[in-house]
């Protein structure tokens, strides 16, 4: 066996051990034809993480109080794929069990795919069928690629508006959709409510599930994960708001913090078409950062900015979480990390030997600076990279030190569309531009009036574009020569008669850092 074969063969072993515990054996049940009062397919089907080879498909089976009473323990699920829309080319069949212990949630980590090839899917249990879904595997990673499109989003709080950006979303022709967290929202604010919250703040593992569960029945939302691949990171309210690590804003003793997450970490996964679940020794530890390659095109690392990060600096003493900070000697600490050390050293390494035209650096918030003016000094928003200035730095230095060109990163978390350039001393001509950003605005979350954000642009240089006023998605094209970015937003969120439109469009053009507007 050549060297190559055989580190493949490793890893794809390691990969099945680490999905031991979440995918049974066929034969751990009898299947029992049944008849449904309702569809359990209510939650409707995603697909996500594509590769050459392989992609992973979801659902969730939820059952009414009729079902329920005739019992739902372990369930055999069968998954058809197909080569067509119409369902006549059948390319493989699988049968998997899921039970209660996980929510009966179901992913399938489908093999032996063929690269940049349409799938159609569908799940079956008794005489229920699922919505048939579609996917797209990723290119060869030798193939020559002349065009990467995404759908960059974020942050959609579901009491704040519909889901009409992930309607148009559904109707894109796009290789994936990259969520960069805030899928669903633990807290409530009543007074931007234009539908509500079912029950109270989720802090068990029974809670979290109804709330995935009344953001999942949305059919806009439904209708933009069974149109394409999914590609996902979380950030901070699929937990609870501005948690660091283990601490929370209400300085809760850590252990019970770590019990929260633990609940917030496995109801994420039984609602969203990830690989591998939390770690069966360490339940609130789960591992979500990855990378992608897109043939010879472009690199994806989507990062992980809340498990593994130094709590903010210079917190308040009362409530914890993000504030602005001003005379904060603790900013500057190098041990304060954003990402956790072998996170970092992990990023640190693939982009520095990453051989493919575009970088694209997907992480959940915002790296450029918002840092204001003060009779008393700059203020700074301790919960973003701005309270992380030494681990920017870090990142922002692999870039020189490796020299590396077409650096784009991707961002959410601060319902704002941003384009701005990156320099390793924000806001400082005197420093090189090195890389370039995007970050999209809210699929619904309300941004900063227009008083504050006004102020942070005219306090920041680098910000080239600076827009918290409206709702929508970010629509990426990636080619050779340019990565694009056309804002696609809307002022009103409201209803289906809210339609999108482009807010303002810039393109990063190959070998030159900074985004230019179009």
Same mark, same amino acid.
């Given at each position: #066996?050549?060297?190559?074969?055989?580190?493949?063969?490793?890893?794809?072993?390691?990969?099945?051990?680490?999905?031991?515990?979440?995918? *049974?054996?066929?034969?751990?049940?009898?299947?029992?034809?049944?008849?449904?009062?309702?569809? @359990?397919?209510?939650?409707?089907?995603?697909?996500?993480? @594509?590769?050459?080879?392989?992609?992973?498909?979801?659902?969730?089976?939820?059952?009414?109080?009729?079902?329920?009473?005739?019992?739902? *323990?372990?369930?055999?699920?069968?998954?058809?794929?197909?080569?067509?829309?119409?369902?006549?080319?059948?390319?493989?069949?699988?049968?998997?069990?899921?039970?209660? %212990?996980?929510? &009966?949630?179901? &992913?399938?980590?489908? $093999?032996?795919?063929?690269?940049?090839?349409?799938?159609?899917?569908?799940?079956? $249990?008794?005489?229920?069928?699922?919505?048939?879904?579609?996917?797209?595997?990723?290119?060869?990673? !030798?193939?020559?690629?002349?065009?990467?499109?995404?759908?960059?989003?974020?942050?959609? &709080?579901?009491?704040?508006?519909?889901?009409?950006?992930?309607?148009? /979303?559904?109707?894109?022709?796009?290789?994936?959709?990259?969520?960069?967290?805030?899928?669903?929202?633990?807290?409530?604010?009543?007074?931007?409510?234009?539908?509500?919250?079912?029950?109270?703040?989720?802090? +068990?593992?029974?809670?979290?599930?109804?709330?995935?569960?009344?953001?999942?029945? =949305?059919? #806009?939302?439904?209708?933009?994960?069974?149109?394409?691949?999914?590609?996902? #990171?979380?950030?901070?309210?699929?937990?609870?708001?501005?948690?660091?690590?283990?601490? =929370?804003?209400?300085?809760?003793?850590?252990?019970?913090?770590?019990?929260?997450?633990?609940?917030?970490?496995?109801?994420?996964?039984?609602?969203?078409?990830?690989?591998?679940?939390?770690? +069966?020794?360490?339940?609130?530890?789960?591992?979500?950062?990855?990378?992608?390659?897109?043939?010879?095109?472009? *690199?994806?690392?989507?990062?992980?900015?809340?498990?593994?990060?130094?709590?903010?600096?210079?917190?308040?003493?009362?409530?914890?979480?993000?504030?602005?900070?001003?005379?904060?000697?603790?900013?500057? =600490?190098?041990?304060?990390?954003?990402?956790?050390?072998?996170?970092?050293?992990?990023?640190?390494?693939?982009?520095?030997?990453?051989?493919? $035209?575009?970088?694209?650096?997907?992480?959940?918030?915002?790296?450029?600076?918002?840092?204001?003016?003060?009779?008393?000094?700059?203020?700074?928003?301790? =919960?973003?990279?701005?309270?992380?200035?030494?681990?920017?730095?870090?990142?922002?230095?692999?870039?020189?030190?490796?020299?590396?060109?077409?650096?784009?990163?991707?961002?959410?978390?601060?319902?704002?569309?941003?384009?701005? !350039?990156?320099?390793?001393?924000?806001? !400082?001509?005197?420093?090189?531009?090195?890389?370039?950003?995007?970050? %999209? +605005?809210?699929?619904?979350?309300?941004?900063?009036?227009?008083?504050?954000?006004?102020? /942070?642009?005219?306090?920041?240089?680098?910000?080239?574009?600076?827009?918290?006023?409206?709702?929508?998605?970010?629509?990426?094209?990636?080619?050779?020569?340019?990565?694009?970015?056309?804002?696609? %937003?809307?002022?009103?969120?409201?209803?289906?008669?809210?339609?999108?439109?482009? $807010?303002?469009?810039?393109?990063?053009?190959?070998?030159?850092?900074?985004?230019?507007?179009?």
């Amino acid at each position: #066996m050549k060297r190559r074969e055989f580190n493949l063969y490793l890893q794809r072993s390691a990969i099945a051990l680490a999905l031991a515990p979440w995918l *049974d054996a066929v034969a751990a049940v009898a299947d029992k034809p049944r008849t449904w009062h309702s569809n @359990p397919f209510a939650l409707g089907v995603a697909s996500g993480r @594509p590769r050459a080879d392989s992609i992973v498909l979801w659902t969730r089976l939820l059952f009414s109080e009729e079902d329920r009473a005739t019992g739902t *323990d372990a369930l055999r699920v069968h998954v058809e794929v197909f080569a067509d829309a119409a369902l006549q080319r059948r390319v493989q069949k699988i049968e998997v069990v899921t039970d209660a %212990t996980r929510g &009966h949630s179901v &992913h399938v980590h489908l $093999q032996r795919l063929q690269p940049s090839t349409d799938y159609w899917y569908r799940f079956q $249990q008794g005489d229920a069928r699922s919505p048939v879904g579609h996917t797209r595997t990723a290119p060869a990673l !030798n193939a020559e690629v002349r065009e990467l499109r995404i759908a960059l989003s974020s942050c959609q &709080h579901y009491e704040q508006g519909q889901y009409i950006a992930h309607a148009e /979303i559904a109707k894109q022709p796009l290789d994936f959709v990259l969520f960069m967290g805030d899928y669903i929202y633990e807290s409530s604010n009543p007074q931007y409510a234009l539908r509500k919250h079912n029950g109270e703040e989720p802090k +068990t593992l029974a809670q979290y599930r109804d709330r995935y569960e009344q953001y999942k029945r =949305d059919p #806009m939302l439904q209708a933009a994960h069974a149109a394409h691949p999914w590609v996902l #990171m979380w950030d901070d309210h699929e937990v609870v708001n501005d948690y660091a690590n283990d601490q =929370d804003r209400h300085y809760t003793d850590p252990q019970q913090m770590l019990q929260r997450r633990a609940a917030a970490y496995q109801a994420y996964f039984e609602h969203q078409p990830v690989l591998l679940g939390p770690e +069966t020794h360490s339940p609130a530890d789960m591992r979500l950062y990855d990378q992608l390659s897109w043939g010879k095109l472009a *690199d994806v690392w989507t990062l992980d900015c809340r498990q593994y990060r130094s709590a903010q600096a210079c917190r308040d003493p009362v409530r914890g979480g993000g504030r602005m900070v001003v005379q904060c000697g603790e900013l500057n =600490d190098p041990s304060r990390t954003m990402l956790g050390q072998t996170q970092e050293r992990w990023l640190s390494d693939r982009l520095s030997h990453s051989k493919r $035209q575009w970088k694209l650096v997907a992480q959940a918030t915002q790296i450029s600076s918002t840092s204001v003016p003060t009779p008393v000094g700059r203020s700074y928003w301790n =919960d973003a990279w701005d309270g992380y200035p030494e681990a920017r730095k870090r990142l922002l230095q692999t870039v020189v030190d490796a020299q590396l060109q077409n650096v784009v990163t991707l961002g959410g978390d601060v319902h704002c569309n941003v384009a701005a !350039n990156l320099r390793l001393e924000p806001n !400082n001509p005197q420093s090189p531009i090195v890389a370039s950003e995007f970050v %999209t +605005t809210s699929i619904t979350s309300r941004g900063l009036g227009d008083k504050p954000s006004a102020v /942070i642009r005219e306090s920041n240089a680098d910000l080239l574009h600076y827009r918290p006023d409206e709702r929508g998605y970010s629509l990426i094209t990636v080619t050779p020569s340019e990565v694009r970015c056309d804002f696609r %937003t809307t002022k009103f969120p409201a209803g289906s008669e809210a339609g999108l439109k482009t $807010q303002a469009s810039y393109v990063v053009k190959s070998g030159k850092a900074g985004p230019q507007l179009v």
